[in-house]
């Protein structure tokens, strides 16, 4: 069973192009998170979704920052316009649905995309 | 206040010794709390879960004080490959729907020979 997948491992982009980072969760997972860390920092968390639908994300910039998770294919970190401050490894973390167990299912995280604004 | 605050170390600890991380968090309706291990621009990974009655897995040992809101881990007889930045982890969900986790910074833990 393959683990979480997140591509590409590392990205460069000039201030102001588009970043898209693509995560594929583990088989049988239904959720997703999005965290980011910035250099010298902790996880930070971003967003949570389901297929089709975007549960909290309450720790999105409320600017340029989206996120989705289609029916198909991967959930995919959307950042328009990046600027410096954007750098970061983002990493994404999926878990399954147990019914009953509410919180504490273990989230298991990918290995990470390291963006890198110039 | 940091929602989970970690005393960021460094801990350089020599082979063999017995090393302590603490941690606290501020919401008292937290639910799940983990200890996590990240080795350096690698991905976090679950260590073990922390329980009110304390929980043991090879030479670590984490307990956790819902009264004082403090987390701890114990590693015993420390080894080379402990080397790793410890992470605290608590989840604030207690119903679907409310899963993010939130992480302290870390304490960065060094094992010398």
């Known amino acids: 069973n393959a683990g979480v997948m997140q591509n590409p491992r590392h990205l460069v982009r000039r201030r102001g192009q588009e970043a898209r980072l693509r995560c594929s969760p583990m088989k049988g997972h239904s959720h997703v998170y999005w965290y980011r860390q910035l250099p010298e920092e902790g996880l930070k968390f971003m967003v949570y979704l389901q297929k089709e639908n975007i549960i909290d994300e309450s720790g999105m910039p409320k600017e340029r920052f989206s996120a989705e998770f289609p029916k198909e294919g991967p959930s995919i970190l959307r950042i328009q316009q990046v600027v410096r401050g954007d750098s970061a490894a983002y990493f994404c973390?999926?878990?399954?649905?147990?019914?009953?167990?509410?919180?504490?299912?273990?989230?298991?995280f990918g290995p990470g995309t390291r963006l890198t604004v110039l | 206040r940091k929602e989970v605050e970690q005393d960021p170390g460094p801990f350089n600890v020599p082979e063999g010794a017995t090393v302590a991380f603490n941690c606290t968090y501020s919401n008292s309706a937290s639910q799940s709390f983990f200890w996590y291990r990240q080795d350096c621009r690698k991905e976090p990974k679950l260590l073990m879960s922390?329980?009110?009655s304390g929980n043991e897995d090879g030479r670590f040992t984490a307990q956790l004080n819902r009264a004082s809101q403090y987390i701890s881990l114990l590693i015993r007889d420390s080894k080379l490959s402990d080397s790793a930045t410890y992470l605290c982890v608590v989840n604030d969900g207690y119903d679907f729907g409310n899963e993010k986790l939130t992480f302290g910074t870390g304490t960065r833990l060094t094992i010398i020979p």
């Open positions: 922390v329980y009110s």
């Open positions: 973390a999926s878990s399954p649905y147990l019914p009953g167990q509410g919180a504490g299912n273990e989230q298991f």
